[in-house]
């Protein structure tokens, strides 16, 4: 048993497209940057093996190098590189928390269907290379029912890489119940980015240009070449700018979209950071409108090599009523009537609204369907993190956590005992 009164523990969600890190007992965390990392290979002089320098955090990951290719750590949502995964802890703990991590008890949160395998080797990193005192695996969906007060609830969560449906029950998942879509923020973000392509919107990366003002308040652009500059780089700054685009201007629109009723919908104008400013019409509507249905990606052009992944996919009504028609049917009822919205694509505005009215006709006339979301934004997108800093600060909570001595005791399998 591990008593971590004395010290506040530290709360952290490595999810597929921003890593949350801060404080057990606070409202918000204190770090939040992008779960990419940037990577230069460097030659040794001594040597001719190459090894990849690691640059980690928004703000070295804003600034423009050669031949540096932006990775993600993350395939499918499962990790695949660990050495990636640990330069983004140690750049959490040491240059964003100012911390020393053996002196702090952690609370992980993880994917709602997160094997045995990728549970022991994250147990095994933290004990081994940082000296965790203590440590506690939660998965997602149970810590976004925390964040709002319920042990029981049906999850929607909305993250960068895809989006989980997750039944929880008395505080814990019922793993043979979860449900899956590579559908999630980034796509969106992609499908965004090829659709103004496609209508002769360029965006011009922040790095590929400057602004000079000639005369007061009259500025003129120019362009800057930087041909090392890999296609993963650029893509990922265009990237940034088109995910800003899409939570300015879009919403989920109230009934499935279809070209013709939204053909001469008003324009809303968007500044690009160059300074053009840009019209978006039907596609502040038809973007959000693939989590509802997947197969509006085959529509957009550029997107060819998704479509595949689309025509598989549910959407969310869909997969939310699979989800709760195969728990119990004694908790059918009470799940339906309260679905929690969490991440960052579920933040989008009318989100809610369309989910629960596409529910209503689509689940059993008994049911009473309630879709329930924090009215703050920012409580939505970092409903996993909070959940975490709530669970880590309860008293109850102390005599749970996993201890380093119980990890040199029984093992590192352990943790599926104590961390169920």
């Known amino acids: 048993m591990y008593?971590?009164?004395?010290?506040?523990?530290?709360?952290?969600?490595?999810?597929?497209?921003?890593?949350?890190a801060g404080y057990a007992g606070e409202d918000a965390p204190k770090a939040v940057f992008p779960s990419v990392v940037g990577s230069t290979d460097q030659m040794d002089v001594d040597d001719t093996t190459s090894k990849c320098k690691l640059y980690v955090g928004s703000q070295a990951l804003g600034f423009r190098r050669d031949h540096m290719e932006v990775v993600s750590p993350f395939k499918d949502g499962i990790v695949a590189d660990w050495d990636m995964v640990d330069s983004i802890w140690n750049h959490a703990f040491r240059e964003c928390l100012l911390i020393d991590p053996k002196e702090h008890p952690m609370l992980l949160a993880e994917p709602s269907s997160n094997s045995?395998?990728?549970r022991e080797r994250t147990a095994e990193l933290i004990f081994e290379k940082y000296n965790v005192p203590a440590l506690f695996l939660a998965k997602n969906a149970v810590l976004t029912s925390f964040a709002s007060g319920r042990a029981t609830s049906l999850v929607v969560d909305g993250g960068g890489g895809s989006t989980t449906i997750a039944p929880v029950h008395d505080g814990y998942v019922l793993q043979k119940a979860v449900a899956s879509s590579p559908i999630g923020g980034e796509l969106l973000t992609d499908c965004l980015l090829k659709s103004l392509e496609s209508k002769g919107v360029m965006i011009k990366p922040r790095y590929s240009f400057k602004r000079k003002e000639i005369q007061l308040g009259v500025f003129q652009t120019v362009d800057l070449d930087f041909p090392s500059t890999p296609e993963s780089y650029r893509l990922y700054s265009q990237r940034v700018i088109a995910s800003d685009i899409k939570e300015c201007v879009c919403r989920a629109p109230d009934t499935p979209y279809d070209e013709s009723s939204y053909s001469n919908i008003p324009m809303t104008p968007y500044e690009l950071p160059d300074g053009q400013?840009?019209?978006i019409g039907a596609d502040r509507f038809k973007i959000p409108d693939i989590l509802f249905n997947p197969s509006l990606v085959q529509t957009i052009p550029g997107m060819d090599n998704f479509v595949e992944i689309a025509s598989s996919a549910r959407g969310l009504p869909q997969m939310a009523v699979e989800s709760i028609n195969k728990c119990d049917v004694d908790i059918r009822r009470e799940l339906f009537s309260s679905i929690l919205l969490a991440g960052g694509t579920a933040s989008m505005q009318q989100l809610k609204e369309r989910l629960e009215k596409d529910l209503l006709e689509e689940s059993p006339q008994a049911a009473r369907v309630k879709?329930?979301?924090?009215?703050?934004a920012t409580e939505r997108r970092f409903s996993v993190?909070?959940?975490?800093?709530?669970?880590a600060s309860l008293g109850s909570f102390q005599q749970t956590w996993f201890s380093k001595s119980?990890?040199?005791?029984?093992g590192v399998s352990y943790v599926q005992r104590k961390c169920p």
């Open 371 to 376: 879709v329930l979301a924090s009215g703050n």
């Open 3 to 20: 008593g971590g009164d004395e010290v506040s523990a530290i709360v952290i969600d490595l999810g597929s497209h921003t890593c949350k």
């Open 385 to 391: 993190w909070i959940g975490g800093s709530i669970l």
């Open 116 to 118: 045995q395998q990728q």
């Open 277 to 279: 400013t840009i019209e």
């Open 406 to 410: 119980e990890y040199e005791e029984h």
